[in-house]
């Protein structure tokens, strides 16, 4: 037996050696990594120090507890900019202590408003609403020999040693740390001395920026010189005051605008502090226009050689303006940035397109993907290659560009002619697999381009495969869906005039992003967002961050119902209470305002008049894009079930929020109120017959998901529902809001082969019906491109939106077999029931929990079910073995009464229900034969 035991993985607020943390009690979590069976922590001892001095700042000496995730810091006050070193070890099922971890660190923010001695600078102002702007570069040279002593202190030393320097009052010190501090309104590059400092893209992202704008922390000790240093900034509009939507420019603010302190700490104990101010120099570039939608234009021939190094002769560039402190929290960026995650690369050469002046040719990434390309070109002065980025091909070839709507998507390069010229723009993304150029003199090389894929640097943690290819190419799709909708904030799309954060699409897709990508981080940020969107009358908008595309206070049913539904995913996925707990009365606000909304507990109801506190009323964007039959983009259900079934929903999982959180009185207050809004969906939604009003797929879904019938209604509703399948001929007719919780309904109620047969069907709308044309990305609309109607309404049509997506989560947590378990969240306890069926002879998942792997894998062979599985050090399982009609049931060749970590429950006809400990294990069923 493998008898090692030992941590790993430390972590700090859900990071690994975080640079600019801000929250003042810290959280820190771990990884056991042991492969022996019933694997447990049973104490833990955290020391952590301070990085500089050494000096203890906690030690927690043992203490008894098997949570290896989000303990809190408890040891004295952190400060401002403060580096720890921190380590742990931890005891095992015997009481034998591990050995102490590897050292990790982590280093604090700016805790104080006044830490901050920098201010606001810019460029003078160019370009309108609709008209374009060219990116300002900045530019500041500062020396750390042959100056003066800095922060107005006295020089420390004494004569004999002023005069030994040789320098005077000057000093030439030697760096110990050098951190730069920096954000923008707007987006930024960085560099010193010639450098780019850190890998980030889009920087600072995206938040409300009347509200708040996040900063990150670079540590730069490495790249200053001793003697003259020089700090350059380009700064780019992005969402601050590019094209936002479909609105035009200048949103949130006219230009960008930068904001940045260099602290440079010496070995003499003495600081020096390089700030944004009025010195700083400017001047407008080569890139003439960098926007988010539209796209960017570069002329190399204006660049400027050297103009972030020292020496450079700026005689030319402008004094930069100054801007009064906008007055928004400015915080760490305590969670994922964006960055360059992987190149691509054509998987053909150019097609040419005969054109005029000259040909155009199309390049074919094989992918959907966001980001740009990097183009390598060589040529004369003066002409320009214009780069077209679209997602799909017309049937003749050409590109097709209607869906983007008002963005461009278009990059345009003038070269400078002095040998090969390497161009990446900055400033923008497209969503696209294919991009068109035009302009270039003669024939390109299948080379001259390569994709970068662009978006939130979040840990991929799950893998699906399973027996089936068109399957497996729907999980790639929609992890390429994820990928390319998750820049920051989780997007609708990432091509059109759009690309907002709906709230909807996120709630709908949540369960499913958490098994593909650890989202902790992200979702957390964007809670944030939601919250800072949220109205104060408590509705919560479509949009977060908001920008009042839809002028609606109050997303409506299942959009708005984020706010509840996403933290308490991150809470049964990461088991954070925090999340929690920060927005609690957020969350509160919310529910108080459907109560105080609804009338008589029915939620967005048609005939509702205007209340006092609301001036419009808004029913929301029903089963959007459902293919019921009602032709409407709302679908059929009607809206005030959807909002009816929603309210209820949301009001459930609140008052189990409060439960969590030990809030026993809101806990039964809001148990109490889930109860009357199911009884009022009862009263008014259901008939004696028991059919739920709406007889659509979602009407019927949602009312047996939330748990909204009377028990005797219940096999009427299912059989309604497994009825309107079959009457379809085995087709789903449900939205955005019905098509996440339609096979879960269907493999709970019995019916788990009508789940494969939806998930198997190949003419729309139905899954796979994309894949089967061609697909790498989830589409907007199940009939986006068909053979009878060609492009569905180009107003709304895109082929890379992840809601559809949302059936991943039922392929790893049903098909595999891997989910989570409310009552011990976190994956901290395990539920692995893998449901075989639909012909498949194989399916495996891996999933990278916050306790560490978890993998599910069965394959049926000459009528034996082999599954294999992998419990987590320090955790727990619950296995629900399909044996089906088999007689054997093995794990390791033995029966599973007599083998270690197994204890065996209960026995019905299909499965064998047994508890695991931590560990590996075989199980063998024979003769295995399913029965659906
Ligand atoms: C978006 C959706 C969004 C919807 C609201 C669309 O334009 O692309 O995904 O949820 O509007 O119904």
Known sequence: MDEIFYVTNLRCEYLTNPMGIEVAIPRLSWLIRSERRGAMQTAYQLLVEDADTGVVMWNSEKILSDQATHIEYAGKPLQSRQRVDWKVRVWDEFDNPAEWSEFAWWEMGLLDELDWKAGWIGASLVGGPRTTSPCPFLRKEFNL??????????????????????????????????????TALGLYEVYLNGQRVGDDVLNPGWTDFRKRVRYRVYDVTEMLSPAANALGVILGDG??????????????????????????????GTKKCVVTDGTWKTSFGPILESDLLMGESYDARLEFQGWD????????????????????????????????????????????????????????????????????????????????????????????????????????????????????????FHGFRYVEVSGFPGKPDRDLLTGVVVHSAIPPTGSFECSDPLVNQLQHNILWGQKGNFVDVPTDCPQRDERLGWTGDAQVFIRTATFNMDVAGFYTKWQQDLADAQHEIGAVPAIAPNTNATMMNDGGPAWADAVVICPWTIYLIYGDKRLLETHYNSLKRFVDFLSKSSRN??????????????????????????????????????????????????TRLLGQIASALGKTDDARKYDDLYQSVRKA????????????????????????????????????????????????????????????????????????????????????????????????????????????????????NSFNHYAYGSIGAWLYAVVAGIDADIEKPGFKHILLRPRPGGGLTYARAAYDSIQGRIESGWRIENDRLTWNVTVPPNTTATAYIPVGSGLSVLEGGKPIGQVEGVSFTTRDDNEVVCELKSGKYQFTVEPFSIKL
Request: hydrophobic share 35%; aromatic share 12%; proline share 6%.
């Open 145 to 182: 020999t042959g100056m003066d002593y800095p922060c107005d202190q006295a020089d420390p030393r004494d004569a004999a040693e002023v005069e030994a320097s040789g320098l005077g009052h000057a000093l030439n010190p030697v760096v110990k740390k050098a951190r730069l501090y920096i």
């Open 239 to 268: 969402w601050y005051c590019g094209n936002l939507e479909w609105r035009g420019r200048q949103f949130y603010g006219d230009r960008p605008k930068l904001l940045a302190q260099l602290l440079v700490e010496f070995r003499d």
């Open 309 to 428: 190094q020292p020496g450079f002769v700026d005689e030319a560039w402008r004094t930069v303006e100054n801007f009064p402190d906008p007055g928004v929290a400015r915080v760490a960026t305590n969670g994922p940035t964006v960055k360059r995650i992987q190149e691509l690369h054509p998987v053909a050469d150019p097609v040419e397109i005969q054109g005029w002046p000259s040909s155009k040719w199309i390049y074919d990434f094989g992918q959907n993907l966001v980001g740009h390309v990097c183009m390598k070109v060589s040529g004369p002065a003066g002409i320009t290659i214009t780069l077209l980025h679209g997602e799909i091909k017309n049937p003749d070839g050409t590109l097709y560009t209607a869906n983007l709507r008002t963005a461009r998507q278009t990059d345009y390069y003038t070269l400078k002619g002095e040998g090969e010229e390497i161009f990446e723009p900055r400033f923008t």
């Open 601 to 650: 507990l029915i939620r967005a109801g048609s005939d509702h008049p205007p209340t006092e506190t609301l001036e419009w009323l808004w029913e929301g964007f029903g089963d959007w894009l459902a293919q019921d039959g009602s032709g409407k983009v709302y679908g059929g259900t009607p809206k005030d079930l959807i909002g009816t079934a929603f309210f209820a929903y949301s």
């Open 681 to 796: 969906f009862i009263h008014r939604f259901t008939t004696n017959d028991g059919l739920v009003i709406g007889q659509t797929q979602t009407a019927y879904v949602l009312a047996l998901h939330f748990d909204l019938l009377p028990d005797e209604l219940r096999p009427q509703v299912v059989r309604a529902l497994v009825r309107d399948i079959e009457s379809r001929k085995m087709h789903l007719s449900t939205g955005f809001v019905g098509t996440p919780y339609l096979p879960y309904v269907l493999t709970r109620e019995g019916h788990l082969d009508v789940a494969y047969a939806l998930l198997f069907q190949k003419s729309w709308p139905s899954w796979l019906y994309s894949v089967t044309q061609g697909a790498t990305t989830i589409w907007e609309r199940w009939d986006g491109w068909t053979h009878d109607k060609g492009f569905q309404d180009p107003g709304m």
